[in-house]
């Protein structure tokens, strides 16, 4: 976690709100008052497609229109009130950054971050509320509760942000996940929504409705939901690598929710995704990632999970357990980016590539005897109590085999099945791993060290334990 910058004393929280609502409100009012909509009616679009997949979109006349109406409602005494306000005090909200020297810059950046862009998001969402009701737009009526909801946001976003973290939220719809109830809670900010339907999610969030409309979404009759709502060390909005850094906590956290319910659900099959929309919070900074194969995933059935409450309960431990065995040791990210890997490729051959890959990169220390090491240090991982630890070393050999050959060349087709054990083998060999970590058996490499170093040390003290 990053390093939390110590809040002044003085900042004072209920004027940045009360300037802010009466801010917004001066804005919103205005539109409802002076701003007419054009008078053509434009429809919302929901038809069946040549190829069998739903185009569901709302042609909306008022875009660039209140793009206009908005800037213009900002000069109002009111917006210029709170600008004001937040120029006076830019080192108590800011007292880590020099970006506001320039009051002109200052002057135009503010109000697109905390009015123009959470008063146009919110006429997006109630045009399209009303397309889907309507098949037109009739009016720009903001609730109490919006404007309340937007005051909220924006606040609770600006002290993340002076704590040194950026807010992200992540969506994609996924295959089908049924429990007792309609939302399945992981915890860490991860959880799996069922929606009401197609046609409902356009009564949702405008992060659904994106994830809806866009043309690779393939899981479109999906009304299954991962949603991801995260806090990370502080991400920019520029810079050549900003996206990625917006992209990887999010598909993090998916992995570690395909994990988690492979090992729950004792299945092979993982989780299947579709398009993700990644959000910034504060400045609205998004994008879109499309990591699984629209091909490769059509080609198959899609997999459907039915939980019991008690595997509900395990699958939160779970989660709980990798996020608290990554504080000691963030390498299991990069074990679990191959098991993420692992379920979005596009073959079996790639599914067992990445998952063997995965499993040497923890298992194998240089120094020779690479797949010796694999099949031992694996098998110490893997066997528990009642398992015969003769039947996972022939597993481990016929894994580094299979992959050995694949990687040089080798033409011999992989089945699914080899490429669903490999996976199954990675996933169990994560857990062990956790709990080494979480019982202190297993401690964080030392610097220089490399977890495979560690895991290996385990194993040798086992070994000695055992002959005496």
Known sequence: MPESIQLEPDVNWSAFEENLEKALRSIFKALEDNSPLPESPKVYYHKERDDGRISSYAQVPLYSFAREAI???IKLPEPQRLIDFLWSERTHYWPASSNWSDEESFRFNIPRIYLYNPIFFALVDLSNRQLAETGSVVHFGISEKEISEAVDDVVEDQKNLMAGQSRIRGYAFVSEVFTDSETLEFGKGIRIRRLEGVERAYHQTRNERWVIGNEFSFLWPSDHMLEIDIKVPRVPSSGSDWIEKLQQPVFNRIDLAKWALMITSATPHPLTEGTIVIWKMVHFASTTAHRESVN???SISMPKFHLTGAQTIQLKDLTARF???????????NLLWHFGRSCVSPSPRDTLLDAVIGLDSILSTPGGNA???????????????????????KKMRSLYSTRSKVAHGSSESVSAEEAYDARTVLARTIESIIALVLTGELEAPKK???LAKAIESVVRRRAVISSD
């Open 448 to 450: 220089g060290e490399s």
């Open 71 to 73: 800037w213009e409602a």
């Open 323 to 333: 996020i608290s065995g990554a504080d000691k040791i963030p390498q299991l990210w």
């Open 371 to 393: 797949a010796y090491k694999f099949q031992l240090h694996g098998t110490a991982l893997l066997t528990k109590e009642g398992a015969d630890p003769e039947v996972i070393y």
């Open 296 to 298: 490769a995933a059509s």
